[in-house]
């Protein structure tokens, strides 16, 4: 139980990657603040940390309106007291050709993506500072470390993404503040489903499941990656044993891609 008395703040956390990362942090002892926009998912999630006996907090939040993060941590401290995690997990992907990009669009996947994980941070990083303590930990991508032809503003994103964490690493490692981001790769979601009609169907003319048996053949491990996968990343880098790394870009991807 290396969380024992810890609290976490996960968003977006009512399905997928989220609500694997609250369940296992949940499994490691912590409290977890669900803060997720569909309130139905997010009480759904609650419900299944306390089932593991632990606390839990489900909070409608918008991370796209800074009044909401703000309230998100308030709300976190004056019912739990403490803020120890803050996972960045809530995201959005479009699909589109470049010149079909619109600044709509573009700007939706960017304030999700990129813009609310900075002031999400920014909404904590005074109770950590207080603390002397913290831990943030956000969902980038190996998109952010590749190209892609029809999803430029979400590989920008998740760019954005790692350069946030390097900055916030540098900028809070004196206060004992840790700062990574984990790159998955092609992860079993709804997201993924969506990437299957958009980019499979929409953008290439392939059937789905076509599109996704040649996503797998390109997966050195030779499977595709679960939610799970990726919550044990996240796992490990809110623990004390990675306590001497920070500023870090992990990869999951099952040997997608290796830099």
Known sequence: MDLDGQTAIVTGA????????????????????????????????????RALGRPALALRTDVTRRADLETMAKRTMDELGRIDILVNNAGIYRAARPLDV?????????????????????????H????????????????????????VPYNTSKAAVISITKSLALAYAADGIRVNCVCPGFVQTD?????????????????PAEFTRQRLAQIPLGRMETPEDVANVVGFLASSKSSYMTGQAINVTGGLIMH
Request: proline share 2%.
């Open 128 to 151: 950590m500072l207080a603390a002397k303590r913290g831990n943030i930990i956000s969902l980038a991508s190996m998109a952010g470390k590749v190209g892609g032809p029809n999803s």
């Open 191 to 207: 997201m993924w489903a969506l990437l299957e009609r958009e980019v499979g169907g929409g953008l290439m003319g392939v059937e």
């Open 102 to 126: 619109t600044e709509e669009i573009w700007d939706n996947v960017m304030d999700i993506n990129a813009k609310a994980v900075f002031f999400a941070s920014q909404a904590v990083l005074p």
């Open 14 to 49: 009512g399905r997928g990657i989220g609500r694997a990362i609250a369940l296992e942090l949940a499994s490691m002892g912590a409290g977890v603040v669900v803060a997720e926009f569909n309130q139905e998912t997010s009480e759904r999630t609650a419900g299944e940390v």
